[in-house]
């Protein structure tokens, strides 16, 4: 089977940032929902209620701004270029000759659809996003369960295309 994979200027392989992009439901629940009651919080000090009104516009305002904080910090979930892997946080960092392989899995919950990227890589990881018994769940090795991103709609660009550019550089990819 012979499929073209992206590269970039003279054949060199893509380099990918993947992001998350801020969706309606996204800005409903972390923006206009907490501002009817900051607003609510605001209208009870202004009659004289300091007492309802102020723990309103703390904890409903503080939450807001907070839940943006996070989400613009999960905003780049994964880098690929020449040098290797890296996310935004700065929790995952791998050359290529560290990664073994990739595998795109979903997990089914319900109704709902849980999409994972798990890098197989024998280089520990420093945190555990999927835990071991979730990894053997959906068929994703122990070690690459170290590096496991999770990997929703929201996330541009698409499984496919993340799946052509690891395969640019040589990875093996499943799932994909």
Do not use: C
Request: no cysteine; proline share 6%.
């Amino acid at each position: 089977m012979n499929q073209e994979y992206p590269t970039g200027a003279a054949g060199a392989p893509v380099r990918i940032e993947a992001r998350r992009r801020l969706v309606a439901r996204d800005v409903l629940l972390l923006m206009v929902i907490p501002l009817v009651f900051v607003v609510i919080g605001v209208a009870l000090i202004a009659t004289g209620d300091v007492l309802r009104g102020a723990p309103a516009v703390v904890f409903f305002g503080g939450g807001a701004v907070t839940a943006l904080v996070i989400k613009r910090r999960d905003a780049v979930p994964l880098i690929l270029d020449e040098a290797g892997v890296r996310n935004g946080r700065g929790t995952l960092d791998l050359s290529w000759d560290q990664i073994r392989g990739v595998h795109f899995r979903v997990q089914r919950a319900g109704r709902l659809d849980h999409r994972w990227l798990a890098i197989d890589s024998p280089v520990p990881g420093r945190f555990r996003v999927l835990s071991g018994l979730s990894a053997r769940l959906v068929g994703i090795p122990q070690d690459a369960a170290q590096h496991a991103i999770p990997w929703d709609a929201d996330v541009s660009p698409g499984i496919e295309e993340v799946a052509a550019a690891f395969r640019s550089y040589g990875v093996p990819v499943d799932g994909a």
